[in-house]
């Protein structure tokens, strides 16, 4: 029998409060909670609440949530005070990104200056 994506996926769990995470926003479509292992200052991610793996999978009618989430993780950046001073959006997408968790997830990221090329 398949398993449903809430069995296998981290994030799925987070979104079902089946597992902890430090939530920062949530709406009924948007889940938006600190990284475990943060790599700046403030390191939040905002994922959506239906389970995708990457963005190789939002179907083109879906494709609103990804404008959903960049406009989120503004608001995010303005209220944890990062919003002038400067912030970056990642978006890891298969292999050689280095996605590792396979729901899709934007990290935002600031608090420090950043480094261009990332590695
Ligand atoms: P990726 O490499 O897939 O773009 O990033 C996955 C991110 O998820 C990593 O930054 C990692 O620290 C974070 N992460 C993995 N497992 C958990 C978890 O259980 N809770 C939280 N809050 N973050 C996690
Ligand atoms: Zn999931």
């Not at 609103?64 to 944890?80: F, P």
């Not at 997408?93 to 968790?101: E, F, K, L, P, W």
Request: aromatic share 6%.
């Amino acid at each position: 029998m398949k398993r449903s994506p809430i069995e296998d996926c981290i994030f799925c769990k987070i979104i079902a409060k089946k597992m902890p995470a430090k939530i920062v926003y949530e709406d009924n479509r948007i889940l938006a909670f600190d990284d475990i292992r943060p790599q700046a200052p403030t390191h939040t991610l905002i994922i959506p609440k239906d389970h995708f793996a990457s963005l190789n999978d939002i179907p083109e009618d879906k494709a609103d949530i990804l404008v959903d989430i960049l406009m989120k993780a503004r608001r995010i950046a303005a209220d944890k005070g990062i919003g002038q001073s400067g912030y970056r959006i990642v978006l890891n997408t298969a292999r050689d990104s280095g996605q590792d968790v396979f729901h899709i997830h934007f990290h935002l990221l600031g608090g420090r200056r950043m480094a261009w090329p990332p590695g």
